[in-house]
């Protein structure tokens, strides 16, 4: 790689790092509304719900589409993000 290009790549890794930070602050955020939700919910069968999951997932999908984002690459965000929490709400699911 030429020094010019490895300069460049340096300066957009430093805004990646950035957006990283942005994006902990952000999951920071949602964590504290699922905690939320986790208080409402009174059965641990309530944590999986396929219904607003293939909502979300749909909804992702169309404004990726809008947004001239690979559909793909956010659904595999969105699912995984969905199941880690679905997993964190089963780990932190206190029986009322």
């Known amino acids: 790689m030429s020094p010019n290009n490895k300069k460049k790549l340096n300066l957009i890794r430093v805004k990646l790092d950035k957006l990283d930070n942005s994006l902990l602050a952000l ?3 949602r964590t504290l509304l699922v905690n939320e939700v ?24 169309g404004k990726s589409k809008k947004l001239n984002i690979d559909h793909r690459i956010t659904n ?21």
Not at 38 to 61: A, C, P, T
């Open 27 to 29: 999951i920071k955020k």
């Open 76 to 96: 595999r965000i969105w699912k995984n993000m969905i199941w880690s929490y679905i997993n964190y709400e089963k780990r932190n699911f206190k029986k009322k």
């Open 38 to 61: 986790v208080k409402l919910k009174e059965y641990k069968k309530e944590i999986i719900d396929k219904e607003r999951i293939n909502s979300i997932l749909k909804k992702i999908k």
